[in-house]
């Protein structure tokens, strides 16, 4: 799903209760009913457990996983399902299990005013940080940046698509020496 200025998807991260019966609700309304078969049941979500022990996460790489539906029957497994008729979720190891994913992306950047240190950001837009938009950087006196560090883009939900951040480096303010003069008595 990803293309040319709609970067970013990836299977859904469903971080609260009410997204998930808002995702049951959105699936049941464009395929109402129990199916006989439970590939058209159950869709593909992000939630993994990688080295199948319990830890599991959330595959954007940045939602924590702070909530958690899983069925009595959770099954074995390394990939989350979710089931479209419950709510419910599933985990299982098969690479080729099919049946139908649900995606989601992030649709705006978060806004970097007050995390660019020693610098001030000013943006292309003016409310929403909507994919494409443009931030540049402007450090303060004594400061530089690069000048190719100095403008990200929004590009799916980040920043220049991995959300580092660019650094004003900043020169040491030279100290005055002391010119007292020490001096030393002797008895």
Known sequence: MNKEGETGWNLATVPTMKHNDQLVTMVNSRFPGVKSDDKFNLLWIGVSDPGLSGNYQWDDGYTDMNYFN????????????????????????????????LCSRA???????????????????????????????????????????????????????????????????KNKKDKTKIVQTMN
Do not use: H, Y
């Open 107 to 173: 649709r705006t950047c978060w806004d970097i005013t007050n995390a660019v240190s020693r610098g001030k950001v000013s943006f292309s837009t003016e409310d929403n940080l909507v994919e494409g938009t443009t931030a540049t950087v402007k450090c303060d006196k004594r400061c530089k940046i690069k000048k190719k560090d100095s403008k990200l883009t929004c590009v799916g939900g980040q920043w220049n698509g991995n959300d580092v951040l660019p650094t004003c480096i900043c020169k040491k303010k």
């Open 70 to 101: 899983m069925s009595q029957k959770t099954g074995e497994g390394r990939f989350g399902l979710m089931n479209k008729n419950t709510g419910v979720w599933r985990m299982k190891s098969s690479l080729t299990f099919e049946a139908r994913g």
